[in-house]
């Protein structure tokens, strides 16, 4: 498949940047690595949502999602 500029799709799609793009290191925690249900699909640091923390327990406020 080509565009109208002659410019393939895949060529576009593999130019894409592969890997990590920005810090996860909330994620990288001891504490919060039983909670990605994948050990390659990480929160991001700066668009992760935040639970609100649970009382005694200051990794409450992890889970694995991102604002898009």
Do not use: C
Not at 5 to 14: A, I, L, Q, R, T
């Amino acid at each position: 498949m080509k565009t109208s500029d002659s410019y393939g799709f895949k060529e576009e799609y593999e130019s894409f940047f592969e890997g990590q793009s920005a810090s996860w290191d909330v994620a990288k925690k001891d504490q919060n690595r039983t909670k990605n249900r994948y050990g390659n699909i990480i929160a991001y640091d700066h668009s992760r949502v935040i639970l609100q923390p649970v009382e005694d327990d200051p990794s409450s406020d992890y889970i694995n999602a991102n604002y898009i």
